[in-house]
């Protein structure tokens, strides 16, 4: 009996203590795990395992009461969306699920959770407490959008006027008459971007959207799984996957060398009806320039029509760039505002050269523009520096996003491992 | 105008005749009951794993995670002949392997000789921890010939 009314008492001590230290500081202190979760990171920083899902975690979105909602590529025991709810020391547990369908994209804004499947678009309501109210009955607001089996995921991000947009990949490399085939030539009139192959344009709050009654934003680009809204500047950035393959289909223009190394990765500033040019182009990083892809007749220095778009900044060929995030937190240093992270889930088409990417670089910006070269912010997602060249990465990092207190959350669709990264320095 | 079919069947008929009589030769190195396969075929087939393959199988024969499927031990590399040979004369999209889905294609390897199309699947099938019986160009023609 005393035993039962002491340990209470005791426990209201140290909660009542806890908080008096809370007070104190401006902000609780994340504690990093002792090996800062496995990752590299720059001096000042740390990071922790928030959970292990074990599941396909593509994109993550955090609400600004800290519940965190994870995407999964494949639903496991039928949830497609695992929902995570905080726990101490900053971690969290995965708490349930719900959404039958698989994905990759999650995004939370304006007391809703949006949420996508390979064709459709779904948004949930969230209450006071950033947690989803209707769980089995979504709205379903945009539906039948193209999903052929390859670059097949919708990935979401709404702007601060009511616009959502959806990313929708062409299935396809470059749009050969034979998908992947040595040799094969370019279609001509690419018809693959009617439908796809670029950025279509819905209302986040209008139910039963259509190709008919979205508009299409951007084209022109193969593959995005990556993309922000910059509110610096009031413009969507995206991250494009460039084509594969240069060496295997045209072998005689380009060595294994030359294919592991082009086309450079792109990030691309855009405003309405802008047309980043593939598939008949691609851009060169070395030359800076965009080059004529061969299925339409390129040889490797023929340059493309001026006309398309040009990226806003390259980074190394085939590394996938998965996920992209504006930092506007104040957790991190100065230099990381309105700058943007780029989680690249790492190559497979450099082989036989070796592989490259699965990490999270930071791209400095100014003025809404990058500015200055890019860094590596969080690496040895891999395990080491073996595994990132044969390509077998332990962690595979997708998804980006910033928690309320300004920690980045990175997901990972390997292991399934959900990270927090820190800055604790004063 | 007509003599052309005649001269087509009798330049195939001839290529098959010389075919039937490479046949033997060819399954000599392979009668050792146990290795089964000979190094050169080995060699061969892996210079046309490594130029046509290795980009998207990888060099480990590993695959690439829901892109493009491992060559280890899955029911195609090792099952039914006919089915395997299949895959590099039509291509392969939106299947499942082995219970995984793969979302990107496996182009049709047409411009392979029957020759390399069988040192390939050769090399495949005792590779990457799998030991299965050599395919022979034989097998590759007559799967080619039951899919016209």
Same mark, same amino acid.
């Given at each position: 009996? %005393?035993?039962?009314?002491?340990?209470?008492?005791?426990?209201?001590?140290?909660?009542?203590?806890?908080?008096?230290?809370?007070?104190?500081?401006?902000?609780?202190?994340?504690?990093?795990?002792?090996?800062?979760?496995?990752? @590299?990171?720059?001096?000042?920083?740390?990071?922790?395992?928030?959970?292990?899902?074990?599941?396909?975690?593509?994109?993550?979105?955090?609400?600004?009461?800290?519940?965190?909602?994870? @995407?999964?590529?494949?639903? %496991?025991?039928?949830?497609?969306?695992?929902?995570? &709810?905080?726990?101490?020391?900053?971690?969290?547990?995965?708490?349930?699920?719900?959404?039958?369908?698989?994905?990759?994209?999650?995004?939370?804004?304006?007391?809703?959770?949006?949420?996508?499947?390979?064709?459709?678009?779904?948004?949930?309501?969230?209450?006071?407490?950033?947690?989803?109210? +209707?769980?089995?009955?979504?709205?379903?607001?945009?539906?039948?959008?193209?999903?052929?089996?390859?670059?097949?995921?919708?990935?979401?991000?709404?702007? +601060?006027?009511?616009?959502?947009?959806?990313?929708?990949?062409?299935?396809?490399?470059?749009?050969?008459?034979?998908?992947?085939?040595?040799?094969?030539?370019?279609?001509?009139?690419? *018809?693959?971007?009617?439908? $796809?192959?670029?950025?279509?344009?819905?209302?986040?709050?209008?139910?039963?959207?259509?190709?008919?009654?979205?508009?299409?934003?951007?084209?022109?680009?193969?593959?995005?799984?990556?993309? /922000?809204?910059?509110?610096?500047?009031?413009?969507?950035?995206?991250?494009?996957?460039?084509? /594969?393959?240069?060496? /295997?289909?045209?072998?005689?223009?380009?060595?294994?060398?030359?294919?592991?190394?082009?086309?450079?990765?792109?990030?691309?500033?855009?405003?309405?009806?802008?047309?980043?040019?593939?598939?008949?182009?691609?851009?060169?990083?070395?030359?800076?320039? &965009?080059?004529?892809?061969?299925?339409?007749?390129?040889?490797? %220095?023929?340059?493309?029509?001026?006309?398309?778009?040009?990226?806003?900044? $390259?980074?190394?060929?085939?590394?996938? *760039?998965?996920?992209?995030?504006?930092?506007?937190?104040?957790?991190?240093?100065? @230099?990381?505002?309105?700058?943007?992270?780029?989680?690249?889930?790492?190559? =497979?088409?450099?082989?036989?050269? *070796?592989?490259?990417?699965?990490?999270?670089?930071?791209?400095?910006?100014? +003025?809404?523009?990058?500015?200055? *070269? =890019?860094?590596?912010?969080?690496?040895?997602?891999?395990?080491?520096?073996?595994?990132?060249?044969?390509?077998?990465?332990?962690? &595979?990092?997708?998804?980006?996003?910033?928690?309320?207190?300004?920690?980045?959350?990175?997901? /990972?669709? &390997?292991?399934?491992?959900?990270?927090?990264?820190?800055?604790?320095?004063? | 105008?007509?003599?052309?079919?005649?001269?087509?069947?009798?330049?195939?008929?001839?290529?098959?005749?010389?075919?039937?009589?490479?046949?033997?030769?060819?399954?000599?190195?392979?009668?050792?009951?146990?290795?089964?396969?000979?190094?050169?075929?080995?060699?061969?087939?892996?210079?046309?794993?490594?130029?046509?393959?290795?980009?998207?199988?990888?060099?480990?024969?590993?695959?690439?995670?829901?892109?493009?499927?491992?060559?280890?031990?899955?029911?195609?590399?090792?099952?039914?002949?006919?089915?395997?040979?299949?895959?590099?004369?039509?291509?392969?999209?939106?299947?499942?392997?082995?219970?995984?889905?793969?979302?990107?294609?496996?182009?049709?390897?047409?411009?392979?000789?029957?020759?390399?199309?069988?040192?390939?699947?050769?090399?495949?099938?005792?590779?990457?921890?799998?030991?299965?019986?050599?395919?022979?160009?034989?097998?590759?023609?007559?799967?080619?010939?039951?899919?016209?």
């Amino acid at each position: 009996m %005393k035993n039962h009314l002491t340990r209470p008492l005791l426990l209201a001590a140290a909660v009542a203590s806890s908080f008096g230290l809370y007070s104190l500081t401006s902000r609780p202190t994340v504690a990093p795990d002792a090996d800062n979760a496995g990752l @590299k990171l720059p001096a000042g920083f740390g990071a922790l395992v928030v959970a292990e899902t074990g599941a396909r975690a593509r994109h993550i979105a955090v609400t600004p009461q800290g519940t965190i909602y994870v @995407k999964l590529n494949r639903a %496991k025991d039928g949830k497609g969306i695992l929902e995570l &709810k905080p726990t101490a020391g900053g971690k969290a547990t995965v708490a349930g699920g719900f959404g039958s369908y698989g994905g990759t994209g999650i995004y939370a804004k304006g007391g809703y959770l949006y949420a996508s499947s390979d064709e459709d678009v779904y948004r949930y309501k969230l209450d006071a407490k950033g947690e989803v109210t +209707n769980p089995a009955q979504p709205e379903k607001i945009v539906s039948g959008l193209l999903n052929r089996g390859e670059h097949e995921s919708k990935s979401i991000v709404l702007d +601060n006027a009511g616009n959502l947009y959806v990313n929708v990949g062409a299935y396809s490399n470059s749009c050969q008459e034979k998908d992947r085939e040595k040799g094969s030539m370019g279609r001509p009139g690419c *018809p693959i971007l009617d439908s $796809a192959g670029g950025i279509w344009q819905f209302r986040a709050d209008k139910l039963g959207q259509t190709y008919g009654t979205g508009t299409r934003f951007a084209t022109g680009l193969r593959n995005v799984v990556g993309l /922000d809204w910059n509110a610096q500047n009031n413009q969507l950035f995206v991250m494009q996957h460039g084509r /594969d393959q240069l060496h /295997d289909i045209f072998p005689a223009m380009y060595d294994t060398k030359q294919s592991a190394e082009l086309p450079a990765e792109c990030l691309y500033a855009l405003t309405k009806g802008a047309n980043a040019g593939w598939p008949y182009l691609y851009y060169d990083p070395v030359k800076k320039q &965009k080059i004529l892809a061969p299925e339409y007749g390129g040889d490797g %220095k023929k340059l493309a029509d001026a006309k398309y778009l040009d990226p806003a900044a $390259a980074y190394p060929a085939h590394t996938a *760039p998965d996920g992209l995030l504006f930092y506007t937190g104040t957790m991190f240093p100065a @230099k990381y505002r309105n700058g943007a992270f780029i989680a690249f889930h790492g190559s =497979w088409n450099r082989a036989p050269e *070796p592989q490259k990417g699965y990490y999270v670089v930071f791209q400095p910006f100014q +003025n809404g523009k990058p500015s200055g *070269p =890019w860094e590596v912010f969080a690496d040895n997602f891999a395990g080491s520096a073996e595994k990132v060249a044969s390509g077998r990465a332990d962690h &595979k990092p997708c998804g980006l996003a910033q928690g309320p207190d300004g920690s980045l959350y990175v997901s /990972d669709d &390997k292991a399934g491992t959900i990270y927090r990264i820190v800055y604790n320095q004063k | 105008m007509k003599k052309l079919p005649v001269i087509l069947s009798l330049l195939l008929l001839s290529s098959g005749a010389a075919f039937a009589q490479k046949k033997p030769a060819a399954k000599a190195p392979a009668k050792k009951p146990t290795a089964g396969v000979s190094p050169a075929l080995l060699a061969a087939g892996k210079a046309v794993y490594t130029q046509n393959c290795l980009s998207c199988h990888q060099a480990d024969g590993g695959g690439v995670d829901g892109m493009n499927p491992p060559l280890t031990k899955t029911d195609y590399v090792l099952g039914d002949k006919p089915r395997l040979i299949g895959v590099l004369l039509n291509g392969l999209k939106g299947l499942e392997i082995n219970g995984e889905e793969y979302r990107s294609v496996m182009p049709a390897q047409t411009h392979l000789t029957e020759q390399q199309m069988a040192d390939v699947l050769t090399y495949v099938r005792n590779s990457f921890g799998n030991k299965a019986s050599a395919v022979t160009v034989g097998e590759v023609k007559a799967a080619r010939a039951a899919k016209k």
